[in-house]
């Protein structure tokens, strides 16, 4: 058994055990409408839920997705009725009616006979036909909402194993893969990649390819040569586009980053998402805030914040369900997934 193969089973194993249970407090995903932010989509890793109202009651979607994990879920920004959900061994699906029903969208995403893990989906910021896809097998684009994927690998020679993915606003074509072995960037849409790994990679790394996993890219909007990691080992910040590194998180010790969040209205305000909690800065990661109150599992998988009002953030753990905060994660209340009469 390769090291890839290694790595895909002891992601995969615990989830398909999880699978066994009728109900998971594991929040893989999560999701808000860019127009309606009363609208929230949430997978765990056994079905999808949407609330229309806030929360207080939820919808469980599993029409075409009944054998399907979910991992992660992406809203078109142009057309919010389509959802695209990101799979654990199934490749791509897409909603085209806000979650009703699934239709899987998996033409060209997989190597060879081996089907895809979609870590995380993305959209071009001006034509979201345009999607690229981070999968266990490698970097894929569809250029017609799905429909078909085509491999774009060019440049990463080491590795296969991609868990996120980052596009310029600014600058479309500038693109940032976070890898098992440290981050990548494209100049030219994903027609090719350059390894840049200074400051974040020793060079004598034994194994280039499982040097270093990045969990999350992070581009500020308002300066977009700052990118920040969340990696296995801590956060990490350049202020040049990736040409050089540096770690910010350093009082924190390293730990495993899961999510990251930046406030598009306040770029220095920051939420990060690990396996100890959620942490807060407000110096652009310099220093960095406990922000646990009324959470009952600190393990936390994913962070979103509210697109019309920033103080409100999700938060999904790994195990302790679904979060709110109505006030910049200074406290959080638990919302449980309970389904509408």
């Known amino acids: ?10 992601t995969i194993l615990p989830l398909l055990l999880l699978g066994c249970s009728q109900r998971s407090d594991r929040v893989a995903a999560v999701a808000v409408h860019p127009t309606k932010p009363n609208i929230i989509y949430v997978a765990t890793e056994e079905a999808v839920y949407k609330t229309r109202n806030g929360g207080l009651g939820w919808e469980r979607l599993t029409e075409g997705l009944s054998r399907i994990r979910v991992m992660n879920l992406a809203i078109d920004p142009l057309l919010p009725a389509n959802i695209f959900a990101g799979t654990l061994t199934d490749g791509v699906y897409k909603s085209p009616d806000g979650g009703r029903r699934w239709l899987p969208r998996n033409a060209g995403i997989q190597k060879g006979t081996i089907s895809a893990n979609v870590n995380e989906l993305v959209f071009h910021p001006i034509d979201s036909q345009t999607i690229y896809a981070a999968t266990t097998v490698g970097v894929f684009r569809s250029m017609d909402g799905g429909q078909s994927w085509v491999e774009r690998m060019n440049g990463m020679n080491e590795i296969s194993f991609i868990v996120a993915l980052a596009v310029d606003p600014q600058h479309p074509n500038i693109i940032y893969a976070g890898t098992s072995g440290g981050v990548y960037r494209s100049f030219n849409g994903t027609e090719n990649w350059i390894k840049i790994n200074d400051g974040l990679v020793p060079d004598d790394a034994k ?24 990696t296995t080992k801590g956060m990490f910040k350049t202020s040049d586009k990736g040409m050089s590194w540096s770690k910010i998180d350093t009082s924190l010790g390293d730990p495993y980053v899961s999510s990251l969040v930046i406030n598009p209205k306040n770029s220095s305000q920051l939420f990060m998402g690990t396996s100890e909690g959620v942490f807060e800065s407000q110096d652009a990661g310099v220093t960095w805030s406990p922000r646990q109150e ?20 999700y938060c999904g753990t790994n195990g302790g369900g679904f979060y709110k905060s109505l006030n910049s994660a200074k406290s959080w209340d638990s919302i449980p997934l309970a389904l509408l009469p």
């Open 1 to 10: 058994m390769n090291i890839f193969s290694k790595i895909a089973l002891v």
């Open 207 to 230: 194994l280039a390819s499982m040097a270093l996993g990045v969990n999350k890219l992070v581009i500020d909007p308002s300066n977009t040569s700052l990118v920040y990691a969340g």
């Open 294 to 313: 009324g959470l009952e599992n600190l393990n936390i998988r994913i962070l979103v914040l509210d697109p019309k009002n920033t103080e409100i953030i």
